[in-house]
């Protein structure tokens, strides 16, 4: 079932506050070192929503990786990392779980880059990948993701 929209969420420090008006694409487990080092744990869980449905309030500041590509977004006071966009758009954002007001109603779906995952580490995902989903898995990922969240 499909959550109630919107969702809601922000930071620890409630400065920066973000809505979400259209259903999640697909939830993930991202194993990446990089994203173990950003959380400061096992993996980052996120919410990937439609560009154009994601809107902030509050003032966000670029963290991590400072690339051209990739944006990830934080609080610019209290530094929680609260969503990722990527240059030139791909028509999704990533949100990370942690930052929703209802974390426990979006478990993964995808796990990436579990290549890399520390033993231990594990998710109730459906579909888990050594690196990143090829191109071609995409529509029946989502196609499948919607369907488990049809109303």
């Known amino acids: 079932m499909s959550p109630a929209l919107p969702i809601e969420g922000g930071c620890r420090c409630g400065r920066v506050r973000f809505r979400i008006d259209a259903a999640p694409m697909f939830t993930m487990a991202c194993h990446c070192r990089g994203c173990q080092q ?11 929503v439609p560009s154009g449905a994601l809107h902030v309030t509050g003032e966000t500041v670029s963290g991590g990786l400072h690339g051209q590509q990739i944006r990830h977004h934080h609080c610019a006071h209290c530094k929680s990392w609260l969503f990722t966009r990527i240059e030139p758009d791909p028509g999704f ?4 779980l942690g930052a929703l007001d209802t974390p426990d109603a979006f478990p993964p779906f995808i796990e990436t880059w579990t290549d890399e995952a520390l033993p231990w580490a ?7 990948y050594p690196k990143f ?3 071609e898995a995409f529509g029946p990922l989502l196609a499948e993701y919607a369907a ?3 109303d």
């Open 133 to 135: 989903p090829p191109a």
């Open 93 to 96: 954002a990533n949100v990370r």
């Open 38 to 48: 950003m959380t400061g744990s096992a993996f980052s869980a996120n919410l990937a």
């Open 148 to 150: 488990l969240h049809a």
């Open 122 to 128: 594990t998710t109730p995902a459906r579909h888990r």
